[in-house]
């Protein structure tokens, strides 16, 4: 997917190279061999869908499993060709994160789409924990931007503007935990992740990502306990994993949790790299 990315930012930047050249002609004859080629490969596209799912039940599936592909998705998306509309699949990638976001006593609601632009709100923990409020959030944008490309935009209610990134940190991005995948319950492992040291845990079958000190003692995380959904620290400040990382002895006192999302066979957590 990162190199599909990649492509496609390659491609944006020829684009423009085209656009920007001093012969008019050559311009004009660059563009309708680019549109000309975005035809043929669509038509192609569209007929492969087509004898896939005149295969019958096994066609079917393979139908299906293409259309919510992340690339094919993509591609289909680009030639007018995705058979779900953005509706649907705008809730469809809320549900998908719904359990992440419940597990972390939050929840999304989506609120309008007009235009093919939406409208969220964060329920829950988001109101009372300023960072998880960022975590969910990235967590929405996420799953969103994945499956809505040609969404317009999008507003995210309920977060609190004290939770603003500051200004030294680059925008959120997405890296995948391998380690992580493979965890047993109650297990919680130490990764660092562009430079930041973080811990991943897993209870009640769900994995969360926090960085990996205590902030009422400094003390790293990785080397205290876990157990039953509690995590404590060295020192004996504990937190719980399930609540945002709230303290269990202070309310006032958090974890700072890091994004995480399990899908596709992947564990993946956002950071944003700090200048």
């Given amino acids: 997917m990162d190199e599909m990315n990649r492509q496609g930012r390659r ?15 050559a311009r004009a004859l660059m ?8 035809g043929f490969y669509g038509d192609g596209l569209e007929r492969m869908l087509q004898v896939v799912k ?3 039940v096994g066609g079917q ?10 690339v094919v998705s993509g591609l289909l998306l680009i030639h007018g060709l ?18 992440y976001m ?3 006593g939050g929840n999304v609601e989506v609120l309008s789409l007009e235009g093919d632009y939406a409208r969220l709100r964060l329920e829950g923990a988001c109101k009372t924990c300023p960072s998880s409020a960022v975590t969910l959030e990235l967590a929405v944008r996420h799953a969103i931007e994945e499956a809505c490309p040609d969404l317009l935009g999008f507003d995210v209610e309920g977060v609190p503007e004290a939770t603003e990134a500051p200004a ?26 562009l430079g930041v040291s973080l811990i991943v845990c897993k209870t009640m079958g769900n994995l969360y990502a926090y960085r990996d000190r205590c902030p009422a003692c400094n003390l790293p995380l990785h080397l205290g306990t876990l157990e039953a959904g509690v995590i404590a ?16 002895d202070d309310a006032q006192s958090h974890l700072d949790p890091v994004p995480l999302v399990a899908r596709d066979g992947k564990v993946e957590v956002a950071l944003a790299e700090e200048g």
């Avoid at 563009?31 to 975005?38: A, H, K, N, R, V």
């Avoid at 380690?179 to 109650?186: I, K, L, T, V, Y």
């Fill in 11 to 25: 491609i944006q930047e020829l684009v423009g190279e085209i656009d920007a050249l001093p012969d008019t002609p």
């Fill in 233 to 248: 620290c060295r020192a004996g400040h504990r937190f719980s994993i399930q609540k945002a990382g709230t303290g269990v």
């Fill in 31 to 38: 563009q309708e061999c680019m549109t000309s080629l975005l």
């Fill in 61 to 70: 599936k393979v139908y299906d499993d293409l259309i919510h592909d992340r």
């Fill in 102 to 104: 419940q597990s972390h």
């Fill in 54 to 56: 005149r295969a019958g």
């Fill in 82 to 99: 995705h058979p779900v509309d953005i509706e649907t699949r705008l809730r469809e990638a809320i549900e998908k994160i719904r359990p």
């Fill in 168 to 193: 030294n940190r680059t925008a959120a991005e997405w890296v995948e935990v391998k380690e992580a995948q493979q965890m047993g319950e109650g297990a919680l492992i130490r990764t660092t992740v």
